[in-house]
């Protein structure tokens, strides 16, 4: 009877040891979802109001908003670089579309701490071609082939209060640049990187993104729609500047949800 329960005791401690490395195994990896905001001054973005008003006293509303981010990478604290690759790496976020404002990969990354995410706000050159897409509402990002070809990195269209209170059309488009004489291209896509600091596991792989709209017109270049205008696809010099505040646009934050 001794060895029978010995041999029990032993069996049963055996399988207490596989079930614990089977659930061990189970949360090695986890399936991050990335959930994109749009603020305005720490307030959601309300769209078609024009209740907003920039550092250059300019009033503005904005109408739509649609963009690419692409190349997401996450850095694990052991300094590993895990990269996104579902999908091509690209993804569309348009507020129009809510199911766009969330992205759940395919992707399995190690479970963990994390120092940092980054990615391309746009589409690198190597991928940003004409014929990428075919269908929309991707499509319907094409940058026209006589300025360069490809797709916008970002529209955002609405309206601002001019002098005079006319109101204006604006469309914030950036693309591909080119000089004056159309001989040059310029890219214009760039990389982001944020800190994280954060655990991923199973029920802990939410990453908020969040778009402060209010930065891409105030530092390091002041925007003021008076002076440059509503339209800036053409316009390589507002475009860069329209990029070099954009590296300060967002911000990302740890959530709390499971993908399933």
Sequence with gaps: MKKLL????????GMMLIISSCRKDEVKSVSPQLVFQHN?????????????????????QVDELQYFISEITLRKADGQLIKISSDSSIHYIDVDIPSSLVWNPKDQVPSGDYTSISFVFGINEAKNKSGLFVNPPERDMFWPDIMGGGY????????????????QPFNFHIGMGMNMAGTEFYQNYF?????????????????????????????????DWNVIGGQIMMNQEAMHKAC?????????SPGIR???
């Design 40 to 60: 305005v001054d720490g307030a959601t973005l309300q769209r078609g109001v024009m209740n907003y008003t920039n550092l250059a006293g300019n009033l503005y």
């Design 244 to 252: 070099q505040n954009g590296a300060n646009v967002f911000q990302v």
């Design 152 to 167: 916008h990195c970002m529209k955002m269209n609405g309206k601002w209060k001019a002098t005079g209170d006319v109101i």
């Design 191 to 223: 990389t982001v990187t944020l800190p994280l600091n954060i655990q991923l596991y199973e029920t802990h792989n939410k990453i908020d993104i969040t778009m402060n709209i209010e930065k891409w017109f105030a530092a390091p270049n002041l925007w």
């Design 6 to 13: 010995y041999l029990l005791g032993s069996g049963l401690i």
């Design 258 to 260: 499971t993908n399933n």
